[in-house]
């Protein structure tokens, strides 16, 4: 079945540590983004991609990053600058017109230890 | 900017009760695009419906219909009959055009918590 996959379901990290959340799609789409999702928020843009080897910057970009290499592919990481990484991560492709919908994977809830 | 807002943080309805969930929005595009998303607790975000703005035509889906009134700036999201499976956080969006390139990104609300107890 074509969808969106995010590994891990759930992940922790450790003071100073970067982590990287997977986000792989088989929906041939041309467009990927990610959000962050904080309890009574709505989503924010992390970052979005609108074609292989280019991405930009969304509303809250900074302590994140990210790298487009392959048009299924659109790995986030976590960086240590990220101060208040806990939240729920959801990636999302689309085709990439207006008029087109976003699919959402099952996102990433990441927690600190 | 764009904005999106809905109103109710939460709703709390009993079964077979209707439940309207208001959105407004904000934008100075005069082609744009509306929808809405339905996330379980589960928690992945589920594509609903979507509305551009030059249709104005209400559209109605099984126990569901959509309000688009331009006047208002509103797109609003009726569930007639309410069932507990119904519950879950409803998103409204706008779709914000990339500059000329054809893209777009999309602007949410902060969701409406709808609960249906038996």
């Known amino acids: 079945d074509g969808g969106i996959t995010q590994s891990p379901k759930y992940l922790f990290r450790k003071e100073g540590q970067n982590v990287t959340l997977s986000c792989e799609q088989n929906?041939?789409?041309?467009?990927m983004y990610w959000y962050r999702q904080d309890p009574g928020q709505g989503l924010r843009l992390i970052y979005y991609?609108?074609?292989?080897?280019?991405?930009q910057k969304g509303d809250i970009a900074e302590g994140y990053s990210v790298s487009r290499e392959k048009k299924e592919s659109f790995p986030l990481t976590v960086t240590s600058a990220q101060k208040n990484p806990t939240a729920f991560y959801l990636c999302?492709?689309?085709?990439?017109?207006?008029?087109?919908?976003?699919?959402f994977g099952d996102g990433t809830r990441l927690s600190i230890l | 900017a764009q904005k999106v807002t809905q109103a109710q943080t939460e709703i709390s309805v009993v079964e077979k009760e209707d439940v309207t969930l208001d959105c407004v929005y904000e934008t100075r595009d005069t082609t744009y695009y509306l929808f809405w998303y339905k996330q379980p607790p589960s928690g992945e975000l589920v594509f609903l419906i979507r509305?551009?703005?030059?249709?104005?035509q209400n559209e109605i889906s099984g126990r569901y219909s959509w309000n688009f009134q331009k006047s208002t700036s509103s797109f609003n999201f009726t569930i007639t009959a309410s069932q507990v499976v119904d519950s879950a956080v409803y998103f409204c969006a706008l779709s914000e055009a990339i500059g000329n390139s054809g893209y777009s990104t999309l602007t949410f609300g902060k969701g409406t918590m709808l609960l249906v107890s038996p």
């Open positions: 999302a492709s689309s085709p990439g017109q207006r008029n087109q919908p976003q699919h």
């Open positions: 991609s609108q074609i292989v080897n280019d991405f």
């Open positions: 509305r551009n703005s030059f249709d104005e």
């Open positions: 929906l041939n789409h041309d467009a």
